[in-house]
Structure formats: structure tokens, C-alpha cells
């Protein structure tokens, strides 16, 4: 697989020594973390699993990250407290992101974009960005952002969790030869709607964070070529049963995949 984003100019002193502080990332090499430095990811959603996105991101050492997220943040439940302050109560979701992202990695460039992304802004809001993450709750705003992506050209990791199950995969909007995936395919008739709030009991906010650092994964993936995204695949997280297994995905011209949980 070919990385998506260009190596930068060799890490300077201060982004070596936070390669070295993310041993994790070992297996990519300074030459990923060049990548990484130079990446730009967009994130739709700054609560959720878009908290443990955003925060894994920039504990990766991704360059640019722009949120898009309009609501306010109200620690009602946990998967808001995952990244979320106290003091932040009242104010957008994305200014409190930006605050936590900052805090751990202030190499990391953050932009907000507190307002609700839909089919007149979606290309504005997210062009420019060599990946774009999903984690909406809501259908509409899915389909709004694929369709973006298609104009973009971009390849967007997608993420949900509905009930006890959790669903991540990686689409190409404009699939190139051999690589298949629209996102039409990833919903089966009858599945659209909005989905219950993430987290609404100590299991789902853990499987927000597994989940999260999931997609966070992928995109790592496919800014530096390194291991193999889940192009053309569905993973399914099954959080009561602690298992997780693999649905591929049927390319656009075959018939709606059956990708339930």
C-alpha cells in the first residue's frame, strides 16, 4: 500500500523526542513519523468515540487536525468525560478538544469548526485534508460526509456503536481500480436512523475507547503505508462477547452488502 501523505523534512529535535515518547509507534520509523508530522486529518465529532480519536491522534503525532463537532459539551454520561473537562462545561466541543489535544501534543495545529456539517458545507469543511474521520451520530450527517469525501477524493474511516456493538471500517469515496467501497453499501435497508448515545453505561464508554484507538489506528495505517487498513472490510466489535470479527465489504456495482452486527 501506498502512503497517502509525503515524508516532511527530517524531525527536528523536539519531534524526536517525542517519537521517543511514543514507543508504540516504534514499528513505523522516523520516516512514518515524518508522515504523521505532515498528515492533515479531519474528525467529525469531538464526543464519543471522536474523544479518543482525537486524543490518540495527537498522541501519534499527527500534524493538523480540524473538529467538527456544534454542539456544547454537557458531562451527562461518560463518554463525554473521556476528553472533556469540568470547566469546559458550556462551551462548543470543539474548543475543549482543542484544549485536551493541545495539552498533550502542542506541536499538534488544531482548527474548530463549531458548527454542523451538512451537504452545503461538508466539501468546504473538510477539504484539504488527506483523511477524513467520521464518527457522527447522526445517518444524515454519514451521508453528507461521504458525499464530500467523493468530491474530495478522499478516504474516510468510519466508525459507530450502536448498542453493544461497535462497526469501523475504511472506504475510498472514488475507489481506485481493484479497491472497492462506496458508503451506500455500508448501510442495509432499514438500518438508517440515529443511533442510542455512546456510553450510557460503564461497557460502552470502554468500548468507545477501544473503538476510538481503532480508527485512530487506521488512519496511522493509511498516512504511512504501514500494516494493512481495513480497505473493503467491516469490523465488527462485539463488546458483551469481548470479541471482534471481519466482514468484507461487496464492491459498488454488487448488491447491498449485509454488513448487520
Request: proline letters at 6%; aromatic letters at 2%; charged letters at 20%.
Amino acid at each position: 500500500m501506498q502512503p497517502l501523505v509525503a515524508p516532511a523534512p527530517a524531525l527536528d529535535p523536539q519531534e524526536l523526542v517525542r517519537t521517543a515518547r511514543h514507543a508504540v509507534l516504534a514499528g513505523i520509523g522516523e520516516e512514518g513519523q515524518r508522515r504523521l508530522s505532515a498528515a492533515r486529518v479531519a474528525v467529525v465529532g469531538a464526543g464519543g468515540l471522536g474523544s479518543p480519536v482525537l486524543l490518540a491522534l495527537a498522541a501519534a503525532g499527527v500534524g493538523s487536525i480540524t473538529v467538527i463537532d456544534d454542539d456544547i459539551v454537557e458531562l451527562t454520561n461518560l463518554q463525554r468525560q473521556l476528553a472533556h473537562r469540568v470547566d469546559d462545561i458550556g462551551t462548543h466541543k470543539t474548543e475543549s478538544a482543542a484544549r485536551a489535544v493541545t495539552a498533550l501534543a502542542p506541536q499538534t495545529a488544531v482548527t474548530q469548526v463549531p458548527e454542523r456539517l451538512d451537504a452545503a458545507n461538508a466539501a468546504r469543511i473538510l477539504g484539504g485534508a488527506d483523511v477524513v474521520v467520521d464518527t457522527s451520530d447522526s445517518f444524515a450527517t454519514r451521508r453528507d460526509v461521504a458525499a464530500a469525501a467523493e468530491t474530495l477524493g478522499v478516504p474516510v474511516v468510519w466508525g459507530a456503536v450502536q448498542e453493544w456493538h461497535a462497526q469501523v471500517t475504511v472506504f475510498w469515496s472514488a475507489p481506485r481500480e481493484g479497491e472497492p467501497v462506496v458508503l451506500a453499501d455500508l448501510f442495509p435497508p432499514g438500518t438508517e436512523g440515529e443511533p442510542p448515545s455512546c456510553a450510557q453505561v460503564g461497557v460502552l464508554g470502554a468500548l468507545c475507547v477501544q473503538v476510538g484507538g481503532m480508527l485512530a489506528g487506521e488512519v496511522i495505517k493509511l498516512v504511512t503505508g504501514s500494516g494493512e487498513p481495513l480497505l473493503g472490510r467491516l469490523a465488527v466489535v462485539d463488546a458483551l462477547a469481548s470479541r471482534q470479527h471481519e466482514i468484507a465489504i461487496r464492491p459498488a456495482s454488487s448488491a447491498t452488502a449485509e454488513v448487520h452486527a
